[in-house]
């Protein structure tokens, strides 16, 4: 006799779930915003078995009905309405490794915020990086992206990892992270996205992910995207992936690698080069 199917439902875990939310509330940081203090009280209801997800993303509708001008804006409704649908993926059964995919979690993090939702952008974009000096990185022609995806999910999708060591393991990550985040294929959302996709992919996968790295480092996360997507051949600056591995290595395989924001700053490297071309001369 055949087993009947089953509804997907919460998990009751409380650890689990507030490593959830510690993760879903720390990635707002990568665009600036700040879950209120309201969402970390539906946050610890819900951790508590109080409230479900869908109760909480009603109660906060219901909230920012009225919604202040310091809650535009901070972009309070942003901050908190992503978090909660962060969690509610993080907690469901995953995604296909397939590019619509991408759209579909976009879609579902910035309904009723963004116009654009689940739609790849229709023009070029650039962004100012601080830790770049202001420069930015060159993202991918918006003609190019549905190619440029496809063939990187397929590149993905056609390579085992059966046989890779640790090492080979957290370069592949590395890699295949950065070339979607690279893309940019969205207007405004595209590094929640991908971390989001990317943690549905390696739980899909199997692996452990310490949900606390995304709490503590997302925008030591960016930053290190920013870096491996980024070159000045004049200065010799070249695109390194090192930063990212170092954090996926933290997050996956228990690593203890020291990662400051500090440490990726151009500026930095820059100075470096200058005193190594000026001590040349003498």
């Not at 993926?89 to 939702?117: M, N, Q, W």
């Amino acid at each position: 006799m055949s087993q009947e199917y089953q509804i997907y439902g919460e998990t009751t875990d409380k650890a689990v779930k507030e490593s959830y939310w510690n993760a879903a509330k720390g990635l707002q940081k990568v665009d600036g915003l700040k879950p209120t203090k309201y969402l970390s009280d539906l946050a610890e209801s819900n951790i508590e078995g109080k409230l479900t997800y869908q109760q909480v993303e009603k109660l906060l509708y219901e909230h920012y009905e009225n919604e202040t001008a310091e809650d535009t804006e901070n972009r309070n409704k942003e901050a908190d309405l992503v978090s909660a649908r962060i969690v509610h993926i993080l907690d469901g059964p995953g995604y296909p490794l397939k590019v619509t995919s991408l759209k579909a979690i976009h879609r579902e993090l910035f309904k009723d915020i963004y116009d654009c939702a689940g739609q790849f952008r229709k023009v070029n974009i650039y962004k100012s990086e601080p830790i770049l000096n202001g420069d930015t990185v060159k993202y991918t022609n918006y003609t190019a992206l549905e190619e440029t995806l496809e063939y990187d999910f397929d590149t993905e999708k056609n390579k085992s990892y059966e046989e890779l060591t640790g090492d080979k393991v957290i370069r592949r990550i590395s890699a295949f992270t950065s070339a979607i985040w690279q893309a940019h294929p969205f207007m405004e959302g595209n590094t929640r996205t991908t971390a989001v996709f990317m943690e549905c992919y390696l739980n899909n996968m199997g692996f452990h992910v310490d949900n606390a790295m995304f709490k503590d480092y997302s925008l030591y996360f960016r930053n290190a995207l920013v870096r491996a997507n980024f070159a000045d051949y004049k200065n010799r600056i070249i695109e390194t992936s090192l930063f990212l591995e170092h954090f996926y290595e933290n997050l996956l395989m228990g690593g203890e690698y020291r990662l400051s924001n500090r440490d990726l700053i151009l500026k930095n490297v820059l100075n470096q080069f200058e005193s190594v071309k000026q001590s040349n001369l003498i």
